[in-house]
């Protein structure tokens, strides 16, 4: 049981997982996958329903949600990037009001600093601890069933393989040392207990029993449902190939050309492909649920619930197959809308629902109010030539508190922003404006088309929205000033 005689002020867990799909939640009311330990969060919570990455990639996302900056202040846009060390994280925030700061699991640094993290336990803890069994994870890793190039590099920092980007200065080691799989099952060749999420649950209540008398600011970052898509037995039992069913791509016609590029890249692996991601993601996610219930659980079992801030997000979304996509990469709300729980029960209120649009980037702002610390400052350890004087996220504590409230009267996530065809998006409660650089636009009203099917950009009716739309992108960045891009607005 924790000390009556520590800090007053609440300690912060932050349970993230990868690629989660805001829908597929039971407490959202869909039941493909249950998942009872994070609605056991949300019961004594609040879940935010319309809650927004900032940028539908690992490292973007994550890197924006620490500094409470956006891609387009940081530098830090796609999967390759690292983030700049003397940018300021939450974690240098609240490490500097007294707590202790750690990291269990992934973040997707791509290098060794710990950004403000005290105690980080990262991937390559858990790859010491399989010892030979790491060769099962070189070859899930090997065999992506939507990208067959993995089978000849294995590499994929994405799946800490290895967390250190560069660490190999040539080929993986495991190169030419796979095994081949033919996507007739998705078991995994790892025993339950050696998967890593399952490693990063176990450390991370070690961490609660050890820590239990201290403040402490903890991120336990699960893998899944992100690759590779090989649940346990158990899971990956519930969700065989053989039954899964692949969502109707629909008519793609009025979608821009780089979209459509990307379905039917998709839709030309084939159906068993397919059918195998889909059903690893699924049983990845059912798997996950599981190991989040065993962190929370033993907050519960230490008394620490009442004098903790929780909260349960991911980094982005995932199509799962809709509109023919798979993956993240787009501005469609499985993409950029992630799940969003935050709780603390006895003090912020319980199995409650906010509706206001919210950003993720908002969440460095909003613990520290919650926590009782300083807000954001600098948001640098050092000087940085052409860095933000403060950060671009806004707190949504006053919604955690009184979840009835109205939020901004719009959201923006960006995407590509190296890229041919950068892609940012505009969302109020009822429409969605995607200005894609250089190619076709998108407008889609969410209340009469929550399905993003039907294209409205060339409607000469809503012109005047897509208009409205336009200026409030260019209110909170105009795309003609990315100085990452090879193209211009148009």
Known sequence: MANATRSKRPNVLIIMTDQHRADLMTCEGRDLVPTPNMDRIASRGVRFTNAYCPYPVCVASRAAMLTGLYAHSTGAINNSDRLDWRFRTMANHFAAQGYLTGLIGKMHFNDAHNHGFEYYLSIDDWLMYLGPKARHYANEVANHP??????????????????????????????????????????????????????????????????????????????????????????????????????????????????????????????????????????????????????????????????????????????????????????????????????????????????????????????????????????????????????????????????????????????NLRGAIAEYMVRTKRYKYVHNQGATHELYDEQADPGERRNLIAEPAMKPVADELRARLSAWYEPASNPWGSQRAT
Not at 295 to 305: K, N, Q, S
């Open 146 to 415: 939507l990208s067959p190039g993995f089978f000849e590099t294995v590499i994929d920092d994405g799946a800490g393989l290895p967390d250190v980007a560069d660490l190999w200065d040539g080929p993986s080691p495991w190169a030419g040392a796979v095994e081949r799989f033919d996507f007739r099952s998705v078991v995994s060749g790892l025993d339950t207990e050696d998967h890593l999420d399952m490693f990063l649950a176990r450390e991370s209540a070690k961490f609660l029993r050890r820590y239990a008398d201290q403040p402490f600011f903890l991120v336990t970052s699960f893998m899944k449902p992100h690759t590779p898509f090989y649940p346990p037995r158990e899971w990956a039992e519930k969700y065989t190939i053989n039954e899964m069913e692949l969502p109707p791509v629909g008519d793609i016609s009025g979608y821009p050309k780089h979209i459509q590029n990307r379905i039917h890249v998709f839709q030309d692996q084939g159906e068993a492909c397919l059918r195998a991601a889909r059903a690893g993601y699924l049983g990845n996610l059912a798997f996950v649920d599981t190991c989040v219930g065993l962190v929370y659980r033993e907050l519960e079992a230490l008394g620490l619930a009442e004098d903790t801030i929780v909260v349960y997000t991911s980094d982005h979304g995932e199509m799962d197959g809709d509109h023919g996509l798979f993956q993240k990469f787009c501005m469609f709300e499985p993409s950029v809308r992630v799940p969003l729980i935050v709780s603390r029960p006895g003090t912020l209120p319980e199995a409650a629902v906010a509706e206001a649009l919210t950003e993720l980037i908002g969440l460095y702002p909003t613990l520290a109010e919650l926590a009782g610390c300083e807000p954001p400052g600098a948001t640098t350890l050092v000087e940085v030539p052409g860095a933000p004087a403060s950060i671009d996220a806004s707190s949504f504590a006053p919604v955690v508190r009184d979840p009835a409230l109205e939020g901004p009267p719009a959201v923006f996530s960006e995407h």
